[in-house]
């Protein structure tokens, strides 16, 4: 059983940041591909960012120069740094990892954390 566990979401002003954390915990080989989606209320979940094993990053054109993904192998964990903060990013934040039981995979399943609200409002 694999469980992400996001945290760090919450009310901001406009022009504030956040850090979003999600850590993931449980039978863990491997883990590929990590990364952060946004579904706004009425509208389609959607990719902010993602970073691969070997560190390759990519952005959403709408977030890039203010956040930064990072990750950090050994805890299992991937963050979100969000600075700048606007009002359109308020959303439900989630994060999804590619996880295999094994340490060598060449196939990996896809597991969604929870979510967590970010609100960016004056």
Do not use: H
């Not at 863990?28 to 990364?35: A, F, H, K, R």
């Not at 979940?45 to 970073?51: C, E, G, N, P, Y």
């Not at 196939?107 to 609100?119: C, L, P, R």
């Amino acid at each position: 059983q694999v469980q992400l566990v996001e945290s760090g979401g919450g009310l901001v002003q406009p022009g504030g940041s956040l850090m979003l954390s999600c850590a993931a915990s449980g039978r863990i080989g491997s883990v590929n591909l990590m990364g952060w989606y946004r579904q706004a209320p009425g509208k389609e979940r959607d990719l902010v960012a993602t970073i691969s094993s070997g560190g390759s990053i990519n952005y959403a054109d709408s977030v890039q120069g203010r956040f930064t993904i990072s990750r950090d192998n050994a805890r299992k964990t991937v963050y979100l740094q969000m600075n700048s903060l606007k009002p359109e990013d308020t959303a439900v934040y989630y994060c999804k990892c590619e996880i295999s039981a094994w340490t060598r995979a060449i196939i990996y399943t896809d597991y969604w954390g929870q979510g967590t609200q970010v609100t960016v409002s004056s």
